[in-house]
């Protein structure tokens, strides 16, 4: 599984490693430099600790025959892609819990090992730490709201409940606002009652960031859902913009007129000299094109070669499309039966298809 490290992971090192450094040299007695090196202990326990809570949800997707594209730490933790979504609410429950149960169990051996050693000793430190990092990681990520794993345990209860994954994801979802906001507003609360320590002064944006962070992933996952049920209304035939075919050549302006005809527009594709479709015009492209220029500019001039773009088959469903623009980005698609091209299929057309409220 390829583990990737993204550049938020620096500053998250450099601001614990300075914050927590100040409070471990008051806590030890130690030199500056051995402050710094118990700062950066603690980064080190931290990414520890998130890792291995990612590889006990990445573990138990394989387990159950869900592929593992990759695993991410970043700034607020880590998360790890899957090829799919799990197939059932049981797979789901399991996955979720995984990664929640590998840093309780961590956190409860490192707790032992902390109260087993002498206080104010460098190994009593250092156990705190793992103790801290894997307690935190457990309980905040058991609260049931997306994208949280407590959320995507909830979407699995409500989802064996109620029979529709989609309706589940967006009520764990807007469970997820509810926690972003209580996050904000314990930030508010530690800001107003405690004392500016290092480890205070550390919390507070890191809170703030937090609750930012789950606000956006839970709106992201309410809007998923909503896209995600409306996928088997995705029928390429219908959805496709028919062909307007024109010669190589042909004056822009002469082009566009010829497709005009219908709405929304045709999509214009150039022919060689045999009649076979070669080039598709870029609508941004000729857009740009001043209007007393397009009677003088061959269309080719606004073209690319159709080799160049994406193709989907006429009879592929919802998801298979969907899945064929997550792999291949553009704003058009040749729609494509055998060797004929059939239609052109514009990413604003789907777009509109799966958020007509949205703009």
């Known amino acids: 599984m390829p583990l990737h490290l993204d550049w938020s992971m620096l500053l998250l090192t450099l601001a614990v490693t300075v914050l927590y450094a100040e409070f471990a040299r008051r806590e030890l007695a130690l030199s500056p430099a051995g402050g710094y090196l118990i700062g950066f202990g603690f980064v080190v326990s931290l990414l520890g600790s998130v890792l291995l809570h990612e590889l006990g949800h990445a573990l138990t997707a394989r387990r159950f025959g869900i592929g593992v594209r990759g695993i991410t730490l970043e700034l607020l933790g880590g998360y790890t892609e899957m090829d799919?979504?799990?197939?059932?609410?049981?797979?789901?429950?399991?996955?979720?819990?995984?990664?929640?149960?590998?840093?309780?169990?961590?956190?409860?051996?490192?707790?032992?090992?902390?109260?087993?050693?002498?206080?104010?000793?460098?190994?009593?430190?250092?156990?705190?730490?793992?103790?801290?990092?894997?307690v935190v990681v457990a309980v905040f990520n058991v609260l049931p709201g997306l994208p949280l794993d407590g959320g995507r345990a909830l979407?699995?209860?409500?989802?064996?409940?109620?029979?529709?994954?989609?309706?589940?994801?967006?009520?764990?979802?807007?469970?997820?606002?509810?926690?972003?906001?209580?996050?904000?507003?314990?930030?508010?609360?530690?800001?107003?009652?405690?004392?500016?320590?290092?480890?205070?002064?550390?919390?507070?944006?890191?809170?703030?960031?937090?609750?930012?962070?789950l606000w956006r992933g839970a709106g992201q996952s309410i809007r998923l859902a909503r896209i995600t049920r409306r996928l088997p209304l995705i029928d390429l035939p219908r959805l496709a913009r028919p062909v307007c075919a024109v010669p190589a050549g042909t004056p822009l302006a002469e082009a566009q007129r010829r497709a005009a005809g219908s709405d929304p527009p045709a999509a214009l594709v150039v022919t060689d000299s045999t009649g076979c479709p070669r080039a598709l015009v870029n609508p941004a492209a000729a857009a740009a094109v001043a209007v007393n220029r397009r009677p003088w500019l061959p269309v080719d001039e606004v073209a690319r070669p159709l080799v160049e773009v994406p193709a989907v088959p006429v009879g592929l469903d919802g998801e298979q499309v969907m899945e064929t623009v997550r792999h291949h980005p553009g704003a058009q698609y040749v729609v494509t039966s055998g060797e004929d091209v059939v239609g052109i299929l514009y990413l604003a057309d789907l777009a509109q298809l799966l958020e007509p409220h949205r703009r």
């Open 84 to 134: 799919r979504d799990a197939p059932t609410p049981r797979v789901d429950l399991l996955v979720s819990l995984a990664g929640p149960a590998v840093s309780a169990v961590l956190g409860a051996a490192a707790v032992s090992v902390t109260l087993a050693l002498p206080e104010g000793t460098l190994g009593h430190q250092l156990a705190f730490q793992l103790a801290v990092s894997n």
């Open 155 to 213: 979407r699995a209860a409500v989802w064996a409940a109620t029979r529709d994954r989609h309706r589940a994801t967006e009520v764990a979802g807007w469970v997820g606002r509810v926690v972003a906001a209580g996050t904000a507003g314990a930030a508010v609360v530690l800001a107003l009652t405690r004392p500016p320590t290092p480890p205070v002064l550390l919390a507070i944006p890191l809170m703030v960031l937090v609750a930012f962070t």
